[in-house]
């Protein structure tokens, strides 16, 4: 297999298979790949029967196209660095129709990325209403209790006034209520743990097992959730199967708004993936049906390239590609030993955390934190202001 590929033959066949098999990705994300194969074997012009079985290989077995096309699709902003100097050789080699190939799949990959490093107008603000800042912090389960301090004094920094969290247990919530004494006036903290005041789940107290992590067989409903904020809070309920859904009503100066927490499981395989769509396609259907102000944020764990993203961006906007700025990467931080099959991976190469809102609101800002506090996630924070 390694002498095949040191050909050069091969080797420029292996260049025109990666460039189709991104523009492919691209342009379908999931149509019947079959018609692809009579475009490609005209347009390559007499390909030998190794570059049709290496293509084959990638739609069968265990890896399967739509895994590839994943996780393609989850570093696809890093794939540049291969095909740009790829298109180059190609140029300098007189390899045109490979050049060609290939600068399409990297002006298309790129489109989805130039847009977040201009400069943004500034956006006319249609009240003079408040703003309402907003934080999503995955602040990790694996997290030592001795690290909510460092988690609190970034919480601190930012003072959000509605912050939604993910991978929290029950243990670190009153951990985390400590440390984040004094953090809005006359210590004023609303704070509802899964579908409960955190100040009903008392340690020691018949609750406090029931929603104990460690005692997980005893409720199944369970999502490890919590949301906090300077304004009054009701508890809407919590809802598994729609990907770990927490809701709440906030009560603003501006009125009642909903805002929901949700934590999508994570899609590595392909049972597991189906698992995250079906849950996500729960959650867009709750999305598509409410018409009340809406933020709906957390750790998507899907890149805005996946399906699972455009199920939620097709009804919301996203506050970073709107008002942010660069990749906004937010996974992994340099706490987490991250590996990709076996290869390390370094810090911060994907978006998995999102803040979403309908169109009760305009977004003013966006931003990624550099200080994770020592969780595997970087925090994200927005500022958003009511239309009317």
Request: aromatic share 16%.
């Amino acid at each position: 297999m390694v002498k095949w590929f040191l050909k050069p033959a091969r080797f420029w066949e292996l260049l025109w298979l990666v460039g189709a098999s991104l523009l492919v990705i691209y342009l379908t994300r999931g149509a019947v790949v079959s018609l692809f194969f009579g475009w490609f074997e005209w347009w390559s012009n007499g390909f030998t029967h190794h570059t049709l079985t290496t293509w084959i290989a990638l739609l069968v077995g265990e890896v399967g196209f739509f895994y590839v096309m994943r996780q393609v699709n989850n570093f696809m902003p890093w794939l540049l660095f291969g095909l740009i100097p790829s298109m180059l050789l190609a140029w300098f080699t007189r390899h045109y129709r490979l050049t060609a190939l290939l600068a399409i799949s990297s002006i298309l990959i790129e489109s989805n990325f130039v847009p977040l490093f201009l400069p943004r107008p500034t956006p006319t603000l249609a009240t003079n209403s408040p703003s309402l800042k907003v934080m999503s912090y995955n602040v990790w389960y694996y997290n030592e209790h001795t690290s909510y301090t460092s988690i609190a004094k970034v919480i601190k920094q930012v003072q959000p006034d509605i912050l939604l969290l993910q991978e929290l247990e029950l243990r670190g919530a009153w951990h985390l209520r400590q440390e984040l004494s004094g953090l809005y006036p006359n210590d004023t903290l609303y704070f509802i743990y899964e579908d409960k005041p955190l100040t009903e789940l008392s340690p020691g107290s018949e609750l406090y097992k029931l929603y104990d992590y460690r005692q997980r067989p005893r409720r199944r409903n369970f999502t490890l959730q919590a949301i906090i904020s300077r304004y009054p809070l009701k508890a809407q309920g919590v809802d598994q199967l729609k990907s770990n859904l927490q809701k709440v009503q906030v009560e603003t100066p501006n009125g009642t708004i909903a805002v929901w927490n949700v934590h999508t499981p994570h899609p590595l395989g392909w049972y597991l993936w189906q698992h995250q769509y079906r849950r996500t396609l729960a959650l867009s259907r709750d999305i598509a049906q409410t018409d009340s102000p809406l933020i709906v944020g957390g750790d998507f764990n899907a890149t805005a390239q996946s399906e699972v993203y455009h199920l939620v961006s097709q009804y919301l906007h996203d506050t970073h590609q709107t008002a942010g700025w660069g990749y906004g990467f937010t996974f992994p931080t340099p706490n987490r030993d991250f590996h990709f099959y076996g290869i390390p991976v370094p810090s911060a190469v994907m978006r998995l955390d999102y803040l979403f809102y309908n169109d009760y609101f305009q977004v003013v800002q966006a931003n990624t934190l550099s200080d994770s506090g020592g969780s595997d996630h970087f925090p994200i924070v927005a500022e958003l202001r009511s239309r009317k």
